[in-house]
């Protein structure tokens, strides 16, 4: 976990939050901090021993929590998990779709059906659990004051499909049209139920299942390597914040919004020249500029 946060620890009270992908990495550190701003959590994934440990280490913390075995990609365990999460907790205030799978490869070595199987968890199972849950997020839903605004989902994303990257057509075609969803619910969704629809693009975040997979300890590169503008990896907590002011009263009007949470690492440029060369040189290469003369044929 980061430092503090700025947020009162009650800006969640009394809501109930389900994280698919909750289990560890970045969902886990959501979880948390929901839970520690006076939420109760239910935590999705697929392997019962990471999400015993996590159930554990979060109600270590005070947190309620409890954990649901089930696979995004499958509808009756969309299914299966909302209700019971209802059922046990009275309602469902944020789903957080953090379910993701991913791996390095090149675009010829990568099968029709590797390419379908991160579609299938990234795309669809974000689909299969916004669908799963609509009934019980939407105003006036199951256990909620008729008076009460609808719920929040919150989508994580990537920067992948932000131009192009290497060995991750797969993934940036899956979080391309995770954004598009997003955009899509925000708008229909927001207009017929009053829920939200938001996602958040992570940038590289140290001590994740993600970083291990795209920058591995084999060929690790630094921040400076990554071309961070901010010079350091980004911290589980800096996410999880975001989270946050999304889910609490702070979020209330954004809707349909890509929050971009990256030190600014996709605006990442080489520099074309050094300032010291820019301010002894700049002038000069302007003055040129301006006397040459273009060739007729040019002009
Ligand atoms: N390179 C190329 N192809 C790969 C691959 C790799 N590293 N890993 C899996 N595939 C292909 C398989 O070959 C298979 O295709 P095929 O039937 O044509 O051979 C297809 O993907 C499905 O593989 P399978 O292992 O059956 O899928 P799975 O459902 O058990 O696992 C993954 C899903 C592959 C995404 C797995 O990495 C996963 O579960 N990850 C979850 C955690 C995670 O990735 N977190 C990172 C978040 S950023």
Same mark, same amino acid.
């Given at each position: 976990m980061g430092e503090g946060s700025p947020f009162k620890d009650t800006v969640l009270k009394g809501k109930v939050a389900l994280i698919t992908g $909750?289990?560890?990495?970045i969902g886990l550190e959501i979880s948390t901090q929901f839970g520690l701003h006076g939420a109760s959590v239910a935590i999705m994934g697929r392997r019962r021993h990471v999400l015993d440990e996590a159930v554990a280490s979060l109600q270590s913390l005070g947190i309620q929590a409890m954990a649901l075995e089930g696979d995004v990609r499958k509808k009756e365990d969309a299914r299966r998990v909302v209700e019971t999460v209802v059922n046990a907790m009275g309602r469902l205030d944020i789903l957080v779709n953090g379910a993701a799978g991913n791996f390095l490869v090149a675009p010829e070595d990568l099968s029709p059906n590797g390419f379908k199987t991160v579609m299938d968890i990234d795309t669809l199972g974000t689909f299969t659990m916004c669908h799963a849950a609509v009934e019980y997020l939407k =105003?006036?839903? =199951? $256990? =909620? @004051?008729? *008076?009460e605004i609808g719920g929040l989902i919150i989508s994580i994303s990537a920067l992948l499909h932000y131009g192009a990257n290497w060995y991750q057509i797969h993934v940036a075609a899956a979080k391309a049209a995770v954004d598009s969803l997003t955009r899509s619910l925000a708008l229909e969704w927001g207009t017929d139920y009053n829920i939200r629809c938001n996602a958040i693009a992570p940038g590289p975040? *140290? @001590?994740t299942p993600g970083m291990d997979k795209l920058n591995p300890k084999e060929s690790e590169l630094s921040a400076e390597q990554l071309g961070i503008p901010l010079r350091r990896v980004g911290e589980k907590w800096d996410i999880a914040m975001s989270a946050v002011y999304l889910a609490a009263e702070t979020g209330k009007y954004v809707n349909g919004h890509v929050l971009v949470v990256d030190g600014g690492s996709w605006l990442a440029k080489p520099r074309p020249i050094s300032k010291g060369q820019l301010r002894q040189f700049g002038r000069a290469i302007e003055q040129r500029s301006r006397t040459t003369k273009l060739p007729s044929s040019k002009l």
């Open positions: $909750g289990g560890s990495g =105003k006036g839903g =199951k $256990g =909620k @004051d008729p *008076a975040i *140290a @001590d």
